[in-house]
């Protein structure tokens, strides 16, 4: 079984400052994590992935990630918000060797004050 | 091409109609899969194909009926369908069901009047 927490359904940040959204997940296997983005009115665009090897994980767009295994923790980071982040963000798991599907959180939705 | 190419963008149907939303990759993939969306919520999977069989049917209603003609085409076939289906549907794809990552079309933003 798997699952995936997002912290806090909205986020605000002023353009400029960190970006931070969390995600924490539970997995009885080695997981894969995924991060994706959704502009209003798009389908999802994978922001970036985390499989095996390296825990820090650099995406598109300047964004990137960590795997933490002992916090069971997969967060997104920005060191610098744009008005073009601004959108809807979704943490998701998938069991690693398995044929099952991925697990999305919630979701988070960012907004960028000028 | 690293395109997932969903038509149409947009469809209203009465509750009586048949439509069918098409979705094309010419990735070479041989996973294709459809998630339904509801507003301000994360996507859910209602089903799955692998190598143009359908491998994972996640206890959709009847009224949605998939089809995969080929490994580059995948349908979804409408009727009879019902306001609460009102929805974006995606089509997504991945080289096969188990390599992670999937790539997501842009939609179908469906309302059933």
């Known amino acids: 079984a798997q699952s995936v927490t997002q912290l806090g359904s909205h986020v605000s940040v002023s353009e400029g400052a960190l970006v931070l959204l969390r995600c924490n997940y539970s997995s009885s296997v080695p997981p894969y994590l995924f991060w994706y983005v959704q502009y209003p009115n798009q389908g999802l665009q994978l922001l970036l992935k985390?499989?095996?090897?390296?825990?820090l994980v650099k995406g598109i767009n300047g964004f990137e990630a960590e795997f933490k295994k002992s916090e069971t923790s997969f967060h997104l980071t920005k060191p610098s918000a744009h008005m073009s982040d601004a959108a809807e963000y979704f943490c998701a798991v998938r069991g690693s060797g398995s044929a099952r599907q991925l697990t999305f959180g919630s979701g988070t939705q960012l907004t960028v004050l000028p | 091409d690293t395109e997932v190419t969903q038509t149409p963008k947009h469809l209203v149907m009465g509750m009586t109609n048949k439509k069918s939303l098409k979705c094309e990759q010419h990735m070479g993939h041989r996973a294709m899969y459809w998630y339904k969306q509801k507003a301000k919520k994360p996507p859910e999977l209602m089903f799955v194909y692998s190598y143009e069989k359908l491998s994972i049917n996640e206890s959709v209603p009847s009224r949605f009926s998939p089809e995969c003609p080929n490994s580059s085409l995948l349908n979804l076939h409408l009727h009879a369908l019902q306001p609460e289906d009102s929805a974006l549907y995606l089509c997504?794809?991945?080289?096969?069901?188990?390599?992670?990552?999937?790539?997501f079309g842009s939609g179908t933003q469906l309302s059933v009047l």
């Open positions: 985390y499989t095996t090897g390296a825990t």
């Open positions: 997504a794809s991945s080289q096969d069901s188990l390599t992670p990552g999937l790539f």
